[in-house]
């Protein structure tokens, strides 16, 4: 039995939308025409995901305050007791939805043909991750599902709240630079061409300055259209040049070797690893299948790399924390950590405290940042007005010379 997504008619010619499960889709029609209704489209889900994983789309998969919601229902309902089945369609119910909804179902579906849970949910991957299926996988092995779902719910809130606090932290210099671009520009497009042009009938010639902003303000006014243009231009090929492995590799070097932004670029992708590896290698994941699937949530190139590496040396019997301090990109901390969890037999202890101190250190970075970067864009700001009114005031106070 499958879920399926339909658009049917009813006897007044209305229009309507919605999910059904069945067998095929000629059981579906019929299960449409049982209510009273004409099936104009039927669609699985699992195609349709499966289709829209091959094209362009704004978004593919579950963000991740979703999934983490989800997680956590499945786990408070594994414990009661209930059959899975029942699990997946009592969350279905429960969301709002309508993608989640019909995830839900595609996976419930497949889960009633026989297959396992990590099997249903490998036919949405970028709906789930491979680091969510195959601790799916590994609590379905060791016949510990609604543990292991408890363990992927801490760790996907855990992780959706280390996000929101640094997108939280961003909104305000965001809004800041946004605000500032937008007044500036206003002034120097409306406001200064006005209030200069007095000026630019005399003979006298006017101050650098003034001629400074006159020509800026100008070029603002005559090439705002190509301004923007350009500036898109710029960002598409940024995005583009990225997108090329070499370029964002020396990119992600460059970060590292920053002292700031290698502290912060550092802190961010360790919390996720060691975050990733706990509740894997606590979920019953081999620990090289847990390296490596580790490494995926690392963004930073250099240190994904350093990553797989480990887990190289780390099948030719090298310890973990030695295999990862060879590449001396890691905090020691964190090798320290990892080394003592090796030698007491508590691993995924020392990873969560790890990822736990991390996350502590990016927090307080990130506060010290932003008390530092926030009076700077108020100054900032500040200065370029003051260059503006200084700007227009300059002929004015050379009014008399300007008259003679």
């Known amino acids: 039995m499958g879920a399926y997504e339909f658009v049917a008619l009813d006897k007044s010619g209305k229009e309507s939308k919605g999910l059904i499960e069945g067998d095929t889709p000629k059981h579906v029609r019929q299960l449409l025409r049982d209510r009273n209704m004409f099936p104009v489209r039927i669609t699985e889900v699992a195609q349709r995901e499966a289709k829209r994983q091959t094209t362009f789309s704004f978004r593919r998969g579950l963000s991740s305050g979703e999934l983490a919601l989800i997680t956590r229902q499945m786990a408070s309902l594994s414990q009661s007791g209930l059959p899975l089945e029942e699990v997946l369609l009592a969350v279905s119910q429960q969301n709002d939805q309508p993608r989640a909804k019909s995830i839900l179902l595609g996976v419930r579906s497949k889960v009633m043909e026989g297959h396992s849970l990590a099997d249903g949910l490998g036919d949405f991957p970028q709906a789930f991750p491979e680091l969510y299926r195959a601790t799916v996988a590994a609590g379905e092995q060791s016949g510990h599902l609604d543990v292991v779902l408890e363990r992927l719910a801490?760790?996907?809130?855990?992780?959706?709240?280390l996000r929101q606090r640094i997108t939280n932290a961003m909104i305000y210099p965001a809004a800041l630079i946004v605000m500032a671009i937008g007044i500036i520009s206003f002034m120097l497009a409306t406001v200064v061409p006005r209030i200069v042009n007095v000026f630019e009938n005399t003979s006298s010639e006017l101050p650098g300055l003034t001629r400074g902003l006159i020509a800026t303000?100008?070029?603002?006014?005559n090439y705002w259209l190509l301004l923007i243009i350009a500036t898109a231009a710029v960002i598409w090929g940024l995005w583009w040049l990225f997108k090329k492995e070499g370029p964002r590799r020396r990119y992600h070097e460059f970060l590292l070797r920053?002292?700031?932004?290698?502290?912060?670029?550092?802190?961010?992708?360790t919390a996720r690893f060691t975050r990733t590896f706990s509740i894997l290698a606590g979920s019953g994941v081999p620990v090289l299948e847990a390296m490596k699937i580790s490494a995926e949530v690392i963004e930073?190139?250099?240190?994904?790399?350093?990553?797989?590496?480990?887990a190289l040396r780390v099948r030719e019997g090298a310890s973990i924390s030695r295999s990862l301090a060879a590449s001396k990109l890691f905090p020691p901390m964190m090798i320290h950590l990892i080394s003592s969890g090796e030698a007491g037999?508590?691993?995924?202890?020392m990873l969560t405290r790890s990822a736990a101190g991390q996350e502590r250190e990016v927090d307080g970075l990130i506060a010290a940042l932003l008390g530092i970067l926030q009076p700077l864009l108020i100054v900032a700001m500040g200065a370029i007005v003051m260059v503006i009114v200084l700007a227009i005031l300059l002929p004015i106070f050379e009014i008399n010379n300007l008259i003679r």
């Open 345 to 349: 037999g508590r691993l995924e202890e």
């Open 258 to 269: 920053m002292p700031i932004t290698g502290r912060l670029t550092q802190g961010i992708n």
């Open 154 to 161: 801490d760790y996907t809130e855990a992780r959706q709240e």
């Open 217 to 221: 303000s100008d070029f603002l006014r």
């Open 300 to 310: 930073n190139l250099p240190m994904r790399e350093a990553v797989n590496e480990a």
